[in-house]
């Protein structure tokens, strides 16, 4: 399946307006699959669905329009509109180009305007988060059935979420519903101190990441491969690739690596590490991979064939990854500079390394982890 998916998602990055109307019956038969999965889940709004085409197949109708008029009326034959919905809501959350974006929502007005037994919290909040003009407009329209479903359970978030952005929600709730003011404020208290806790946690982490032994024996490696100590090199070399390593600690390693780009020659070791790194790091905060991330975006600085080459069999090996939208701008960036244009990196970035969660967590490394660490190096 993953084969398939990434053939469709290269087509859909590729320039033009392909058509691809042989997709419309194998999207007929996902929704089908969808469906029976929806029909044996009590709960259809939070079922999970495992991986098929359906979203790429979307994607294809967003950056090649010729195929929305087979898209759309493959969802208007869907009879089941349960998976139409859930679809739907899950596709305007995801990342499209916000022209498609606007279609979708339109679609889906209409589409609950002939369903409105479809109307519930997650479609509520989805068409609240999304600001459109035309949502506001059905949300207004619509707003004595949206306080009914909102009054029926005012301690759930998603309910408290609406009604923190959805102003007439709110006053109508507060009017109605007498123990609304106080669980209210309560969720507005709680948000708030969460801000302030998060807050808190990041400068203490900022600090304490620079004093910590792991950061400093890093940076210390680092200064001295810097400064054409070739054994200080190797050690971070070591580190990056050790296989059982701790995860942030190989991952800021490999940070320092691509940093030595210009002195030493690092691209097969980056390479290396961006193909097969075991880096999962399992980190609800940042569930992305560490060490891939700091390995593509050495890499993408570095463009040459070889680069190209690696980064799509990375691409390929490695298919279920949370990576795929970094890969897909770091590959087009590659490509664009072999091509010879001269242009800055537009994509998708993590960030500056104080942002990344991965050189905090160094702080939460002990002595004796640190210790145990080096001396298996």
Same mark, same amino acid.
């Given at each position: ?8 998602? #290269? ?55 010729? @195929? ?11 009879? @089941? ?11 305007? @959350? ?28 997650? !479609? ?12 506001? !407009? ?89 400064? @054409? ?22 991952? !800021? ?32 905060? #940042? ?36 990576? #795929? ?48 660490? !080096?001396?298996?190096?």
């Amino acid at each position: 399946m993953w084969q398939r998916i990434y053939a469709l998602r #290269s087509i859909t990055h590729t320039p033009g307006d392909w058509y691809l109307s042989q997709l419309r019956e194998e999207m007929i038969r996902i929704l089908q699959q969808r469906a029976a999965i929806i029909a044996k889940h009590p709960h259809p709004d939070r079922t999970y669905l495992s991986n098929d085409l359906l979203n790429d197949i979307c994607g294809l109708a967003a950056c090649h329009p010729k @195929n929305r008029d087979w898209f759309f009326s493959a969802l208007d034959e869907t009879t @089941n509109p349960d998976v139409v919905c859930n679809f739907l809501t899950m596709a305007i @959350n995801t990342m499209q180009p916000e022209e498609f974006r606007e279609i979708l929502i339109d679609y889906l007005l209409k589409f609950l305007t002939l369903h409105p037994k479809q109307i519930d919290l997650s !479609v509520i909040h989805t068409l609240v988060f999304e600001d459109n003009a035309k949502s506001w !407009v059905w949300l207004h329209q619509n707003v004595d059935k949206i306080v009914g479903l909102l009054a029926l359970d005012i301690t759930n978030r998603i309910t408290l979420s609406i009604a923190e952005h959805f102003k007439e929600a709110r006053a109508r709730l507060t009017y109605l519903v007498f123990d609304f003011v106080d669980e209210f404020n309560a969720y507005l208290a709680e948000i708030e101190q969460c801000r302030e806790d998060a807050l808190t946690r990041r400068k203490e982490h900022l600090s304490d990441y620079y004093l910590s032994s792991a950061y400093k024996h890093l940076s210390d490696l680092y200064q001295r491969a810097d400064n @054409n100590d070739k054994q200080a090199f190797q050690q971070l070399v070591r580190i990056a690739r050790k296989w059982q390593g701790n995860i942030p600690l190989r991952a !800021v390693a490999t940070h320092m690596l691509g940093k030595l780009r210009h002195k030493y020659k690092v691209t097969d070791i980056l390479c290396y590490l961006l193909k097969y790194a075991e880096d999962d790091w399992g980190n609800d905060i #940042s569930p992305l991979s560490p060490i891939r991330v700091e390995a593509g975006e050495a890499l993408k600085d570095m463009s040459s064939p070889q680069v190209w080459e690696e980064m799509i069999d990375a691409f390929f090996i490695n298919p279920a990854n949370v990576l #795929s939208n970094f890969m897909l701008d770091w590959i087009s960036h590659v490509t664009d500079i072999l091509d010879g244009l001269s242009i800055e990196y537009a994509g998708v970035s993590f960030g500056a390394k104080d942002q990344r969660h991965w050189f905090r967590a160094l702080a939460e490394i002990s002595e004796e982890q640190f210790r145990q660490e !080096v001396s298996s190096m």
